[in-house]
């Protein structure tokens, strides 16, 4: 049987990627998840808050008295709170590197253009096989419009792009007034590869303090739908990109499925931040046994079998279910 599949032109020996977590700033665990068989792993992000937190306090420290300065570091939470420094990051990486044989995806996170993006040559140096640049952004100015954002968004990836020669991954929002145009422009700026989905981490309330309180909930299988849906819609609708699905695979029927519908590779988080590195393994297992059951020889058999433009009902995707869905319901 072949578990092999190709995702940003690297050649994978399975579908299976551990995702940008904090278990990956521990070397020892990423080994751990090479030996329970991941075919490449995405580092946990460097925020550009992170950089240019660090650049504006050694401003502040070499221009003491300047207040403004004072000011804009109490924007970003302290130093403390980040796992690794910038410099410990891209020794990190190179650390990682010596450690394992698998593919080392870094993950740069951020939304604008600007000096912070020189991370990413400092991380193709250090080894990096390829770099995921997560475009997280919560839009709240009533006139900054979809236009504008989408434009900082692509200006930004350019200026990663313009830095490093290895691929680049766009992990994306779900949240475009045209998802398959927005994506198509991250592909004409440079992107070899999309993510998706972005998982946004709602805040809630504490009632009794009457606090904002945040706290990461794990996903469920159920929430690989959204990315079903999309990768599916996407699939052979853009030319040389891969797509990575991100967000509720649990076990190997959530992975099957996301390759039916399009996905080069399946990332897992939860699943391992719930089970360990064992995790891996286990879906591995699960998507060859039920590939062998179904006599499937290979992953890439399997993708876009059920994209959009191979179902008899490619309507299922759209508007069509939603009616049927909602006037079925009993
Ligand atoms: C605790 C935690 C930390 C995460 N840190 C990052 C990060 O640094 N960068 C990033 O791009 N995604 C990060 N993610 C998102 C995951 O990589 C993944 O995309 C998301 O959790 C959805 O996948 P899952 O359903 O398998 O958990 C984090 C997720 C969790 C739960």
């Not at 434009?151 to 998802?179: G, W």
């Not at 499925?257 to 590195?277: H, I, R, W």
Request: overall charge negative; proline content about 4%; aromatic content about 8%.
């Amino acid at each position: 049987m072949n578990l092999s599949t190709t995702y940003l032109g690297l050649e994978l020996k399975n579908p299976i990627v551990p995702s940008s977590s904090p278990l990956m700033s521990d070397v020892a665990n990423i080994k751990r998840m090479e030996d329970a068989g991941a075919a490449a792993i995405v580092l946990h992000s460097l925020f550009e808050e992170q950089i240019t937190n660090e650049a504006l306090e050694l401003h502040y420290h070499t221009t003491q008295g300047t207040e403004s300065f004072a000011e804009a570091i109490t924007y970003f939470p302290e130093p403390t709170e980040y796992r690794l420094g910038t410099d410990d990051y891209i020794e990190h990486i190179a650390k990682v590197k010596k450690t394992i044989e698998i593919p080392v995806i870094a993950s740069l996170n951020g939304v604008s253009s600007g000096g912070w993006t020189k991370y990413a040559r400092l991380m193709e140096e250090a080894g990096a096989d390829a770099l995921e640049l997560n475009l997280y952004y919560v839009a709240t100015d009533p006139m900054a419009d979809g236009n504008f954002l989408e434009a900082a968004y692509l200006a930004t990836l350019m200026d990663v792009r313009s830095q490093i020669k290895i691929p680049i991954a766009v992990k994306l929002s779900p949240f475009y007034t045209s998802l398959p145009n927005m994506a198509k422009k991250l592909v004409d700026a440079g992107a070899n590869g999309l993510v998706l989905f972005n998982r946004f981490y709602q805040p809630d309330f504490d009632i009794e303090e009457l606090k904002v309180k945040s706290n990461i909930i794990l996903s469920q299988s159920s929430m690989i739908r959204l990315s079903l849906r999309w990768i599916a819609i996407l699939h052979g609708r853009l030319s040389n990109v891969s797509m990575a699905a991100t967000g509720g695979v649990h076990n190997g029927s959530d992975a099957i499925k996301l390759f039916m519908a399009g996905a080069d590779v399946a990332y897992t988080c939860s699943a391992l931040l719930k089970e360990g590195p064992g995790a891996v393994a286990r879906i591995l297992s699960e998507v060859s046994d039920w590939m062998t059951i179904h006599e499937y020889e290979s992953v890439e058999q399997m993708k876009g079998s059920m994209s959009q433009k191979s179902v008899a009902d490619p309507g299922a995707f759209e508007r069509a279910l939603y009616l049927k869905e909602l006037q079925s319901f009993h």
